[in-house]
């Protein structure tokens, strides 16, 4: 990322400033991340590597005041939050996470809350990785016709990387067995092993809290909660808070929805589930900053994607007037 010039901080500092509590003042803008990678991955060109999650980092650091999720909800509710409140989060449960990520934010004093799919501690893997490194890792072109998908051509960078997102978006709404079961059979023509340490274990789970950094749920098994039996969708709630505070000896209070758009990935129902389970808050991947009124069970979140330190700081500043963000 290219470091901000002169100006550009001036313009940063003066936006950021604008947020008081005479303005946007008392909203709080959640982050969201999944992977930080050792090194550039062309295969996971959104995926932000250690040099510009650094960079992204540096300017939170400069221009926000971070908080933990939960402390930041606390404040949310007694209305006590700071200027351009932040909490940084991170989906899923990756060991980079541990290794790349919280190395970069503990040098800079700064905290962040990892929402944790439990049915991949200890080696597991997600489908969707399973999907990744088999495109990646295919020698020609790929045919899935017999698994009912289609042929995909991979002669270039960006087929692959058409491929993997098309065959994630035919395979994400599937029960996750079947979903498991497709991306194994592709990986199986693709002739790329399957197996992959991607994933924390509970030690290095244990040792990530040890760093004063927040862990929450995020199901068992990465399920669209909308797609799953009532029973199902309360068991894939509960037990992965039960995994979580059986491996950390302390409360789960936050709790993030696999994919978490309302409405299309869970309802109202689930929103039910998650407080009666007794979460304190939790996130969606609704779009905008979190305020007054806001509901602590459907909190808003944003991606940040931008390459450019300018624009990253600019979609951070209007993105905390962004607060009426999508409910079910």
């Given amino acids: 990322m290219k470091p901000l010039s002169p100006t550009e901080a001036w313009l940063l500092r003066s936006g950021a400033r604008l947020l008081s509590p005479g303005g946007a003042g008392g909203s709080l803008l ?18 932000p590597d250690a040099e510009l999650f650094a960079a992204h980092m540096d300017l939170v650091a400069r221009l926000f005041n971070v908080l933990s999720l939960g402390e930041a909800i606390e404040r949310l509710r007694s209305r006590s939050l700071p200027p351009r409140a932040v909490a940084i989060t991170f989906d899923d449960g990756y060991v980079n996470n541990l290794e790349v990520a919280a190395p970069i934010l503990a040098a800079r004093g700064l905290t962040a809350t990892f929402f944790i799919t439990t049915g991949f501690i200890e080696g597991g893997q997600m489908f969707n990785d399973l999907v990744i490194e088999a495109v990646r890792g295919a020698p020609g072109d790929l045919d899935l016709r017999p698994l009912g998908l289609q042929h995909y051509a991979l002669d270039s960078l960006e087929r692959r990387r058409q491929a993997i997102d098309g065959i994630l978006q035919r395979l994400k709404y599937l029960a996750p067995a079947e979903r498991l079961r497709q991306a194994e059979a592709i990986a199986g023509i693709a002739g790329v092993s399957g ?73 109202r129902e689930h929103v039910a589930m998650v407080r009666e389970a007794g979460f304190s808050a939790a996130v969606s991947t609704a779009w905008g900053a979190a305020s007054k009124g806001v509901d602590y069970y459907q909190v808003p979140r944003v991606a940040p994607w931008d390459r450019s330190a300018l624009k990253y700081g600019l979609r951070m500043v209007r993105s905390f007037t962004q607060r009426r963000a999508r409910t079910v």
């Fill in 30 to 47: 959640v982050l969201i991340y999944h992977r930080v990678l050792a090194q550039p991955d062309p295969i996971l060109p959104d995926e």
């Fill in 195 to 267: 197996r992959m340490q991607l994933m924390m274990t509970e030690r290095q789970l244990r040792e990530l809290a040890s760093h004063g950094m927040e862990i929450g749920a995020h199901c068992v098994t990465h399920p669209i909660l909308a797609r799953l039996p009532a029973e199902a969708a309360r068991h894939e709630i509960l037990s992965s808070k039960d995994r979580l505070e059986a491996i950390l000896g302390r409360a789960v209070r936050t709790f993030a929805y696999p994919n978490g758009r309302p409405g299309t990935d869970y309802a």
